[in-house]
């Protein structure tokens, strides 16, 4: 099960930190990365990193601005947003790959488990 947490209401130019828990069964996942889905949009990649390696991938829009991580003793995963824009507003979604590499899961978006999102909104 995932679970994610963080979201809220802020500013332009704020900054926000979302979190992702895992719970329950035995964690055997090889990645986990990070989709949103804005108002009347696709669910679109955001990032995604190699459990064991640390090795992240991002889309282009989150490049320079948002940072991806994980706390392998509490089996979490960080995504940090700086800089936040307007067009960040979405809801956030958690999700988890067992066997792919990151670029299927980024590319394709087919993960074999996902959270509920969290809803981050950027208005001024």
């Known amino acids: 099960q995932l679970q994610a947490s963080g979201g809220g209401l802020v500013q332009p130019g704020d900054s926000l930190r979302l979190s992702c828990a895992t719970s329950?069964?035995?964690?055997?996942?090889?990645?986990m990365a990070w989709f949103r889905q804005a108002p009347g949009k696709e669910r679109t990649f955001v990032s995604v990193?190699?459990?064991?390696?640390?090795?992240?991938y991002y889309a282009a829009s989150a490049k320079g601005r948002f940072t991806i991580s994980r706390d392998v003793a509490t089996y979490t995963v960080y995504l940090q947003m700086d800089n936040l824009l307007p067009e960040d507003t979405a809801v956030y979604y958690c999700?988890?790959?067992?066997?792919?590499?990151?670029?299927?899961?980024?590319?394709?978006?087919?993960?074999?488990?996902w959270g509920k999102g969290t809803q981050v909104t950027v208005s001024s």
């Open positions: 999700a988890a790959g067992v066997d792919k590499a990151l670029s299927y899961y980024a590319t394709t978006g087919d993960m074999d488990y």
């Open positions: 329950g069964g035995t964690f055997n996942f090889n990645a």
């Open positions: 990193i190699n459990w064991s390696g640390g090795y992240t």
